[in-house]
């Protein structure tokens, strides 16, 4: 099976632009999660999507957003781009207790 | 809330000396716990899992077992190569619901030649 793809790999905007990433899970998988990853912070929990709906959410503010198609395929927003948010943004697909993780969309806001 | 508590890194080590990532967690119920693995520019791969007390997760030489009684799940290997170079997360998982895992901060690993 193919592993779950993420699109672009690296990215770079300018302060108050907005953003979209995009994440195609693994072939079956139903729950998509996405992460941010940053020397500070470690590794964040954003959000989960399960077939279409937003299932759990993580202390982000609303500038960040996502949605998962019927496909499963997900995207992520972040609008009105600050610095802080320059990270490594980590999207994993699951169909149980194990994640499997892309290898992430690096985004630097400049 | 649940946690989980890893040692601070980078852990510095020569090929083939024996590595011990200690982790310890809180948790409220019976967590699945789980150790992934970060290579240099990629994702998380998940590395080995336990989902019971006394389980033994083993892959590639790396092993770790489930202790309730002292709420830890400590990674070892017994002889690390340069290629195991790696960020190393513990996690958690509280078993029923969603199954959003806890991760740990990650504990950088380096092995010199």
């Known amino acids: 099976k193919a592993g779950v793809t993420q699109t672009p790999r690296y990215l770079i905007k300018t302060r108050g632009q907005q953003v979209t990433l995009s994440c195609s899970p693994i072939s079956g998988h139903r729950s998509v999660s996405w992460y941010q990853q940053t020397p500070g912070q470690g590794l964040q929990f954003l959000f989960e999507?399960?077939?279409?709906?937003?299932?759990n959410k993580g202390n982000f503010p609303g500038r960040f957003s996502g949605r998962q198609f019927s496909n499963s395929r997900s995207e992520m927003n972040v609008s009105t781009l600050e610095l802080g948010d320059s990270a490594l943004y980590l999207c994993?697909?699951?169909?149980?207790?194990?994640?499997?993780f892309g290898p992430g969309t690096r985004l630097t806001v400049t | 809330g649940d946690s989980v508590t890893q040692m601070e890194g980078p852990v510095t080590l020569s090929e083939e000396a024996f590595l011990t990532i200690n982790c310890t967690y809180t948790a409220t119920g019976y967590p699945s716990l789980f150790w992934y693995v970060q290579y240099p520019g990629e994702g998380l791969q998940l590395l080995l899992k336990a989902t019971k007390a006394d389980d033994k997760g083993s892959n590639k030489g790396f092993e770790a077992t489930y202790r309730k009684e002292t709420t830890s799940f400590h990674l070892e290997k017994g002889s690390v190569q340069v290629s195991d170079s790696a960020v190393y997360f513990c996690a958690l998982s509280e078993k029923g619901g969603s199954y959003i895992p806890t991760f740990g901060r990650g504990t950088s690993l380096i092995v010199h030649p």
């Open positions: 994993a697909s699951s169909a149980g207790i194990e994640q499997y």
């Open positions: 999507y399960f077939s279409e709906t937003q299932r």
